[in-house]
């Protein structure tokens, strides 16, 4: 596998979500060994800083704080297309998932066309009027495809939306009604957590690939670490019950670098607050490094 040279970015980011303290996020991924895991595997590693929420905002009961949301989310955005730019490989570690709408933006932007795996407990695919809660960390992938809120992908730039048939969801279990019906009428494709039963990861995985890197100039994954189940992964704030095995979650990312089509990944929803002795952190950080080619043997 190419050996480019990868930049990091964290986002102390927790006000998309409902539960305080993810924007602690990328500090315990970076105890977790990431930035010398990744330099051990050969790659020259820039850890860029974290890019820091406002401590105030605008807010209203629809789009929960979104002027700090879509600050970070703008900010973002410049600082994953300047790694572009350079020719460098991203690797964004947040915070909640509101940021993947700046992330991919600006990835989608600069190879124009892109494919997305989403792994997830949940869809992030509302809009306003959809959300329950009106938490922006549950819409960012409908955003970033469109089908989402306009102001959290457009910058000023031009956003470059990306094509739901090349769209993959993994391990849903807590996808709201409305949510479900909007990603079938736009042509996601998913394969929550009883198909994962039935056909097994490595089928799952397969076909996603298929489906995100044919056609595309390569795939953006966008790993929630609330897919896992809560036992393995108990740092996060939005737990779901009976997710992913950690062997699954291992499985999904180490068949995906040997793909050669990531162009950026995000890491998300780590938690500290809710973690035990980093234990979430660390297999957050283990988790990208088994992206970007760690192997067992």
């Given at each position: 596998m190419?050996?480019?040279?990868?930049?990091?970015?964290?986002?102390?980011?927790?006000?998309?979500?409902?539960?305080?303290?993810?924007?602690?996020?990328?500090?315990?991924?970076?105890?977790?060994?990431i930035?010398?895991g990744?330099?051990?595997?050969?790659?020259e590693v820039?850890?860029k800083?974290?890019i820091?929420?406002?401590?105030?905002?605008?807010?209203?009961?629809t789009?929960?704080?979104?002027?700090q949301?879509?600050?970070?989310n703008?900010r973002?955005?410049?600082s994953?297309?300047?790694?572009?730019?350079?020719g460098?490989f991203?690797?964004?570690?947040?915070?909640?998932?509101?940021i993947?709408?700046?992330?991919?933006?600006?990835?989608?932007?600069?190879?124009?066309n892109?494919?997305?795996?989403?792994?997830?407990?949940h869809?992030?695919?509302?809009?306003?009027?959809s959300?329950?809660?009106?938490?922006?960390?549950?819409m960012?992938?409908?955003?970033v495809c469109?089908h989402?809120?306009?102001?959290?992908?457009?910058?000023?730039?031009?956003?470059?939306?990306?094509?739901?048939r090349h769209?993959?969801?993994i391990?849903?279990r807590d996808?709201d009604?409305m949510?479900?019906?909007r990603?079938?009428?736009?042509?996601?494709?998913v394969?929550?957590?009883n198909?994962i039963d039935k056909?097994g990861?490595?089928?799952?995985?397969?076909r996603?690939?298929?489906v995100?890197?044919?056609?595309?100039?390569?795939?953006?994954?966008?790993?929630?670490?609330?897919?896992?189940?809560?036992?393995?992964?108990p740092?996060?704030?939005?737990?779901?019950?009976?997710?992913?095995?950690?062997?699954?979650?291992?499985?999904?990312?180490?068949?995906?670098a040997?793909?050669e089509?990531?162009?950026?990944i995000?890491?998300v929803?780590?938690?500290?607050?809710?973690?035990?002795?980093?234990?979430?952190?660390i297999?957050?950080?283990?988790?990208?490094?088994?992206c970007l080619?760690?192997v067992?043997y």
């Amino acid at each position: 596998m190419f050996k480019k040279a990868i930049d990091i970015v964290g986002v102390q980011m927790d006000l998309g979500a409902a539960t305080r303290g993810v924007a602690m996020g990328p500090m315990a991924i970076r105890y977790g060994g990431i930035c010398n895991g990744l330099r051990e595997l050969g790659y020259e590693v820039h850890d860029k800083g974290d890019i820091i929420q406002l401590p105030e905002g605008a807010t209203k009961d629809t789009l929960r704080n979104y002027e700090q949301v879509l600050d970070v989310n703008n900010r973002l955005y410049h600082s994953v297309e300047e790694t572009l730019k350079a020719g460098h490989f991203p690797v964004i570690l947040g915070g909640d998932h509101s940021i993947a709408a700046g992330s991919i933006s600006a990835v989608s932007k600069h190879y124009k066309n892109i494919g997305i795996i989403w792994i997830d407990a949940h869809g992030d695919w509302n809009d306003e009027e959809s959300s329950p809660s009106g938490n922006m960390h549950g819409m960012p992938f409908s955003a970033v495809c469109g089908h989402g809120p306009e102001c959290m992908v457009d910058f000023g730039q031009g956003p470059v939306y990306v094509e739901p048939r090349h769209c993959v969801q993994i391990g849903g279990r807590d996808i709201d009604t409305m949510e479900r019906v909007r990603m079938k009428e736009a042509g996601v494709t998913v394969f929550p957590i009883n198909v994962i039963d039935k056909l097994g990861m490595e089928e799952v995985i397969r076909r996603a690939i298929h489906v995100a890197g044919t056609g595309t100039e390569g795939i953006h994954l966008s790993f929630d670490v609330d897919a896992i189940t809560p036992e393995a992964a108990p740092g996060t704030g939005t737990i779901v019950h009976s997710g992913l095995t950690v062997r699954e979650a291992f499985l999904a990312v180490e068949t995906l670098a040997e793909s050669e089509k990531l162009l950026a990944i995000d890491m998300v929803e780590v938690n500290p607050i809710l973690d035990e002795r980093n234990k979430t952190g660390i297999l957050a950080s283990e988790l990208v490094q088994s992206c970007l080619g760690k192997v067992v043997y």
